[in-house]
T-cell receptor, first 113, second 110 residues
Framework: DAGVTQSPTHLIKTRGQQVTLRCSPKSGHDTVSWYQQALGQGPQFIFQYYEEEERQRGNFPDRFSGHQFPNYSSELNVNALLLGDSALYLC????????????FGPGTRLLVL | QKEVEQNSGPLSVPEGAIASLNCTYSDRVSQSFFWYRQYSGKSPELIMSIYSNGDKEDGRFTAQLNKASQYVSLLIRDSQPSDSATYLCAAIFGNEKLTFGTGTRLTIIP
């Protein structure tokens, strides 16, 4: 049973560029959440997708956008990259429902130069 | 702002001793609480979930929840060097997003 997968594992971009990160949820899961984790901090919620729609959103600008596909996989897009966007980006999958446990993928480490 | 607070540590515990990690949260309606372990450079790994007042045990780990006092703790018995990691406390407030604390860095001293 494959767990949550993410690609790529590492990425280097320059300011102003755009990036797309990908996530495939754990088998049987239908909900994908994205988090940003800066060094020394806890993960910060970006948004959550269910049934191909953004269901909840954290305090992130519109430069951060996403998509969920019919097979439940998801993409996170970040436009006009800033140096401060450098972080570990985590995808977590779960079954839809209140209080459901979220399982994390290995993450994508993004460095913006 | 609904928050989860943790002591950032670092917390040092001798091998074989009990490590105690604590977490407080701001919202009385919180129903779901989680402890994740995160090794340096890796993603968070679920250790325990707890939803009801009292203790929940899983091997060497025990989670304790006290909703009246709004705190949740994690005890690690017979601590091993492999337990050295950052431990993240998280809560779901109502039907909202998973909110994390900043994590407590635990070091087990051989």
């Amino acid at each position: 049973d494959a767990g949550v997968t993410q690609s790529p594992t590492h990425l280097i971009k320059t300011r102003g560029q755009q990036v797309t990160l990908r996530c495939s949820p754990k088998s049987g899961h239908d909900t994908v959440s994205w988090y940003q984790q800066a060094l020394g901090q806890g993960p910060q919620f970006i948004f959550q997708y269910y049934e191909e729609e953004e269901r909840q959103r954290g305090n992130f600008p519109d430069r951060f956008s996403g998509h969920q596909f019919p097979n439940y996989s998801s993409e996170l897009n970040v436009n006009a990259l800033l140096l401060g966007d450098s972080a570990l980006y985590l995808c977590a999958s779960s079954k839809q429902g209140v209080g459901e446990t979220q399982y994390f993928g290995p993450g994508t480490r993004l460095l913006v130069l | 702002q609904k928050e989860v607070e943790q002591n950032s540590g670092p917390l040092s515990v001798p091998e074989g001793a009990i490590a105690s990690l604590n977490c407080t949260y701001s919202d009385r309606v919180s129903q779901s609480f989680f402890w994740y372990r995160q090794y340096s450079g890796k993603s968070p790994e679920l250790i325990m979930s707890i939803y009801s007042n009292g203790d929940k045990e899983d091997g060497r780990f025990t989670a304790q929840l006290n909703k009246a006092s709004q705190y949740v703790s994690l005890l690690i018995r017979d601590s091993q060097p492999s337990d050295s990691a950052t431990y993240l406390c998280a809560a779901i407030f109502g039907n909202e997003k998973l909110t994390f604390g900043t994590g407590t860095r635990l070091t087990i001293i051989p």
